[in-house]
């Protein structure tokens, strides 16, 4: 049925076209939506809450593929999911000043680490204490899932985490992921792939080249590059002493 005709206006010509004002649904901003999701008002586009997401299984956790760009924004659109809030320029400052948000994005984090078998106190710790993220008592029954290769989309998760971790001003959980990190790829040589550690360490960094890593059967150590503001660098395929080198640039 055809929309019916609105009535002139007084003084209006019958018969002569007529503007109607079209209605354009705006849907609400990522600024909008992540400061609501993260003070814990708001919901994800699937009508989740980030209480929910904290307590779901690591089998969840794992098997669900559009809920960690809601527990971990960054600034860069997803490819898998269309409907992720980025987390532009002015929620980032919010994020450094809204101490209710910034909490929140701490549990969220710590929900992360625990489902890789990480420990660590990102919420209720002192500030006078160093942060120390180390492998939980169960990390080596989530190396399965959560760690081993082929190309396992929780090593991209890990690139997520230091790039919000950066965006948001929390520079001592992103070096203390690091430090982590360069420990389990140090202990599990040949583990993760070279592409996805080469990634941590450019959303690691806060300069435009990441550092290059010496691989296994590469004894090319010299590649190192300290244009990298990174707490430490992994070299593989080296002695012992020579395993990790601190670079701080």
Known sequence: MPRPRRAPKHGQRRGKAEKQEVVVFQPPSSFDELCAFFRGKGMDIEGRTLEDMLTWSDTLWEVNHDHIQWMLPTDQPSKSNLDAPVLDEDCQRTFRLDQDMRRNLRRSAQRFLKFLGLSADLVDREE??????????????????????????????????????????????????????????????????????????????????????????????????????????????????????????
Not at 168 to 185: H, P
Not at 187 to 194: A, K, N, Q, S
Not at 225 to 231: A, D, L, V
């Open 128 to 249: 006078i204490c160093a942060l120390k993220i180390e492998r939980a008592p169960n990390f080596e029954q989530r190396l399965l899932m959560g760690w081993k290769g082929p190309a396992n989309h929780n090593w991209r998760r890990v690139s997520r985490a230091l790039r919000c971790f950066r965006l948001v001003g929390m520079e001592e959980e992103q070096q203390a992921l690091l430090a982590c990190l360069e420990e389990i790829i140090a202990d599990y040589p040949g583990m993760i792939d070279e592409s996805a550690v080469d990634a941590w360490l450019k959303e690691a960094c806060l300069q435009e080249h990441a550092a290059t890593l010496a691989w296994p059967g590469c004894r090319e150590e010299n590649k190192l590059s300290r244009s990298c503001p990174i707490g430490a660098v992994a070299l593989f395929g080296s002695p012992a002493h020579l395993r990790c080198s601190a670079l701080r640039c």
